[in-house]
């Protein structure tokens, strides 16, 4: 084993991760735990959405390598080009790329890179051998058994610097790529000196990049003509390896494209996928409306109008009963999951107490899991109150099917309702006369028995003596909006959460005011959707959405005047009223790092504080990853009694740390009464990472029983299939939970965060 006496970097590892936040921890932690072997890190985060990039960030923050470089990209560039862009910032002539990691045996490690560099040849590979013609290849393409890209250590030295470069139309397989370009022996070993983390699959390289491999063989010198026409019979073959879809699917699948591209501003691309769509289905609502928008923001009036003219004759050929020129109101109704008897009732007040000659009713069904389907194609077939369906092939949140519903809407207001709304009086009507009343304003919403706005509680109707009182803000459980207002909701909050707040801002911001009704009420059976969701006010993408919410507006945190008025110990206390536990503010971190000096630290550990005191300091010092601190304090509080709300956060602390026994001590202290839906996802969750599967099954079947529509269990089935190699089976779990919430489960890959 070579033993290095300075800490000049010998190895240069490029990490590229794109929504990985679960293998963070475990791959940066793998290197940055080695004693012997110096190496620099260069790491590139793709334009992750959940969380790993501050996950990088954190581990970077708390180990301190002198020899790291991070970046970070705002919008995806793949893996071939975040591989090439560091591979221009490395400093060493021995190159890893490594999707994931999990372990790393340091002493082979260092003899891969001594035996690399002493070796004339510039690849070495573990555990793989290299097929040596055509027809080996021709079959190990056809089999699909792909090393993983760790599996190859590269000595750029040996490679011609034409040569040295990753493909960038490549997804995975780079290491096979560079073999079959640079065409030479290699160094081999018959033992790995890594390990992949738990999430890492073999990888299963689609018909994409099985392309760019065989085009790879072909543009090797002295293929023969028999093998030439073997590679391009196997490059016919391809389209019956990847996954063909229907016409109707593809034009599902080029809608959601152009809706992507219209919000980035691509709006001639947007219109190029529409024109296929429409060439298709020449009389699909959804893409003449999205066309018409489109039009609109090119400026190409005259076009949008023809366009509006001929939906207007397409309504009226299907329902000659209909003439969108009356509606008044459009009431936009989004649903999800098992919500058909919600929907059921609602609807059934919508008919009792609204206009049918001057309402239009628009359902976004967002792939709902029982049979919300038949249920709508019933009413549609009666044409109940003028309707439209849109269905979304996954729930695409509640922000963008209101935005869904405001383009299709017709009517001079749209009334946004959730499913489980019922009215109980002529609210539409009502809501209507008074925005016809009062121009100024854009946006209403009445009171109700339950809702986050405390200024909407039915309770304080006695508290306001005017016909319309202004408000900052609405909660979107029922609000009237102007249409041609022209303001959208903010799709970045996804499933719930803040997008209501939001819209009042923008509202005011665009100068029209906000207000309450008070003397139009209706029944809001609150959390029908959000809790089957496993969403509450202390769930991640809360505390995600105040941070984005907070920034957005620029709210501030707290008060510099107020807190500089306690003292330094206090001032402590009150940061952790204010810090965002799950993404805490920057100005919040810079004065807690002021205050948290190293004589404030002595202090800490040597006060006796009360339990109270004591839980704040837990609390503050987890959000501020202070473990070291945190932990002795932990120890105080063993025997005290915990709010629930401070056990959860803790387990959520060491649960994405894999720490599972800090997990279960903290489970395990919960009362009866603080047992939730949530604690039983902890304990099922570690029980499958742990593998122990035959307690597991039990367990996942008594809680799909109590939550059918939680995307965590779905996820959590598709673990114990993938872990008994039931691929099948697995991917159609894991592909429901994607179908619940895509924003935070992927279709085909173990992502999952448990929040």
């Known amino acids: ?14 990490l590229s991760f794109q929504n990985q936040r679960d293998e963070v921890e475990s791959s940066l932690t793998a290197f940055f735990e080695l004693e012997t072997v110096p190496f620099e890190l260069i790491i590139i985060d793709d334009a992750s959405t959940d969380g790993t990039g501050q996950a990088i960030q954190s581990l970077l923050d708390y180990y301190q390598h002198d020899h790291t470089f991070f970046f970070e990209h705002t919008a995806p560039a793949g893996r071939g080009n975040c591989l090439n862009e560091a591979l221009q910032q490395a400093n060493t002539s021995i190159i890893w790329v490594p999707s994931s990691v999990q372990e790393i045996d340091e002493e082979k490690l260092a003899e891969a890179i001594s035996s690399l560099r002493n070796a004339d040849v510039p690849c070495l590979t573990q555990t793989f051998s290299i097929p040596g013609n055509i027809n080996q290849w021709v079959n190990f393409i056809q089999d699909g058994d792909f090393p993983y890209d760790g599996q ?34 290699t160094l081999q070993l018959n033992d790995s000196f890594f390990s992949v983390t738990e999430f890492e699959q073999t990888p299963a390289p689609s018909a994409a990049d099985r392309q760019e491999l065989i085009l790879s063989l072909l543009r090797q010198p002295g293929v023969q003509s028999d093998e030439r026409q073997l590679l391009i019979n196997l ?80 309504a009226k050929t299907i329902h000659p009963e209909l003439d969108t020129t009356d509606i008044k109101t459009s009431i936009i109704v989004p649903t999800a999951l098992y919500g058909k008897p919600a929907l059921e009732h609602c609807l059934v007040s919508v008919g009792e107490f609204c206009n049918p000659a001057n309402t239009e009713l628009i359902i976004i069904d967002n792939a709902s899991l029982d049979d919300t389907h038949d249920y709508l194609q019933e ?13 979304n092939k996954q729930n695409r949140g509640f922000a963008a099917s209101v935005n869904q519903g405001l383009e299709a809407a017709a009517g001079q207001y749209a009334c946004i309702i959730h499913n489980d709304v019922e009215f109980t009086s002529p609210a ?25 706005n405390p200024d909407q509680l039915a309770k304080n109707a006695d508290m306001y003596d005017q016909a319309i009182v202004q408000t900052d803000y609405l909660d979107s459980f029922c609000m009237m909006v102007r249409t041609d207002a022209g303001i959208t909701m903010d799709e970045e909050y996804t499933l719930a959460f803040f997008d209501d707040i939001d819209f009042s801002f923008q509202m005011r911001k665009a100068g029209y005011k906000v207000g309450i009704i008070p003397q139009v009420q209706v029944n809001h059976h609150y959390g029908t959707t959000t809790f089957a969701l496993d969403l509450d006010t202390e769930s991640e993408l809360y505390w995600k959405n105040i941070a984005y919410f907070n920034e957005k507006w620029g709210v501030e945190t707290y008060s510099e005047d107020e807190l500089k008025s306690l003292g330094r110990f206090d001032q402590l206390l009150a ?37 109270e005191t004591l839980q704040h300091l837990v609390h503050l010092t987890m959000v501020m990853e202070k473990r070291d601190i945190m932990r002795r304090l932990e120890d105080r509080l063993d025997d005290a009694e915990l709010p629930a709300g401070l056990i959860y956060e803790l387990v959520r602390f060491y649960f994405d740390r894999n720490i599972y026994s800090r997990c279960l001590h903290y489970l395990n202290k919960l ?45 959590l089935a598709g673990d114990i299939h993938s872990f008994e190699n039931n691929s099948e089976e697995a991917e159609s779990f894991y592909a429901l939970a994607h179908q619940i919430n895509p924003f935070n489960f992927s279709e085909n890959e173990k992502e999952f965060f448990l929040k």
């Open 575 to 611: 940061l952790d009223k204010l810090v965002n536990p799950l993404y805490p503010e920057k100005a919040i971190q810079e004065r807690f790092e002021e205050l948290f000096t190293d004589e404030m630290r002595t202090e800490i550990m040597k006060s006796d504080y009360d339990a």
């Open 671 to 715: 009362t009866s009464q603080q047992e939730s839906l949530q604690s039983e996802l902890y304990r099922l969750a570690i029980l499958i990472d742990e593998k122990k599967i035959e307690d597991a099954i039990p367990k996942l079947t008594e809680l799909l029983d109590k939550a059918p529509s939680n995307p965590h269990l779905y996820k």
């Open 152 to 185: 190859f250590m590269w000595n750029l030295n040996a490679i011609p610097s034409a040569k040295q470069f990753f493909n960038p139309y490549l997804n995975q397989c780079h290491g096979i790529d560079w073999i079959l370009r640079l065409g030479v022996d």
């Open 428 to 452: 539409i009507t009502m809501m209507e006369q008074l925005m016809d009343e009062h121009p100024e304003y854009a946006l209403v919403g009445p009171l109700a028995d339950s809702t986050l």
């Open 379 to 391: 009413i549609k077939e009666k044409n109940f109150f003028n309707n439209t369906v849109i269905t």
């Open 235 to 314: 490059l016919l073959d391809l389209p019956a390896i990847s996954e063909t879809k229907t016409t109707m699917e593809h034009g599902h699948d080029l809608l959601e494209k152009a809706v992507a591209l219209k919000k980035d501003g691509q709006l001639s691309a947007a219109l190029e996928c529409i024109e296929e769509v429409l060439e298709n289905e020449p009389g699909n609502p959804d893409a003449k409306q999205l066309k018409i928008k489109i039009l609109e923001r090119k400026r190409r009036f005259v076009e949008a109008s023809e366009l509006k003219h001929e939906l207007q004759s397409d």
């Open 1 to 14: 084993m070579e033993i290095y006496m300075d800490q000049k970097p010998r190895l240069s590892v490029l």
